[in-house]
């Protein structure tokens, strides 16, 4: 499988099931209606763990833009396999934001809330106060991206810098699944921490083109925040990263 196809697919199979997780616990007349915070955290580790483990052997299973830019400001990754990783992760976003709302879609016309609806897609803060709200999304994503590092840095002394598919193996599922659980539980309270911008910007534009009964605006003044925040965050955590290398 071309590894840029797994990047989509893998990305697609996070945001089916870890937008799915949203739509159960928010939408009218799910088995899941109003089951909580913790469902809907517990289903997003359990959706990187799935998509890690599905596509890990063949592209890394980087599916998100901020880990893709970690890797390669670490040295880590091709600089010219930067974009077309990051547009596969966006498409495949977008597509598992439409397969969200196909699979919700009775339950998305029964809600009469639009924010819960919109929250189904993306990500949208509970006090909204954008400078607060940045600073938690690269915070959340740095937590993300140096757990990534350290995890990759035993199968980076066996293969090499120059390996291709440097990233997340099948290995790794269960670990980094663990540290998005844990960043949700501790961190998710503010943003809903996006901490990917492929899972926020590719759904939020699904969002906005498909019709769906009685959907809000699609906040794009507040879009930017969950695609530079965890850009940022990546880039602190490889200088931090590096940083402690090289004074151990």
Known sequence: ???????FLGTAILILLGNGVVANVLLRK????NSGWIVITA?????????VFTVGPISGAHINPAVTLGLAISGLFEWGKVVP???AQIIGGMVGGSLVYLFYRDHFNITENPDSKMACFCTIPNIRNLKNNFLSEVIGTFILVFAVLFVNLPHIEIDGIENTKVGLGSL??????????????????????????????GPRLMHALLPIKGKRDSDWA???????GPLCGAAISVLLYFFIQWIS
């Open 30 to 33: 799910t088995k899941g209606e």
């Open 85 to 87: 990783f990051i547009v």
């Open 43 to 51: 289903g997003w580790g359990l959706a990187v763990f799935i998509a």
């Open 172 to 201: 790794e599922a269960l670990p980094v699944s663990l540290v998005v659980f844990a960043i949700g539980l501790s961190l998710g309270g503010t943003t809903g921490y996006a901490i990917n911008p492929a899972r926020d910007l």
């Open 222 to 228: 507040y879009s930017w925040v969950p695609v530079i």
């Open 1 to 7: 499988m071309n590894e840029y196809f797994a990047e």
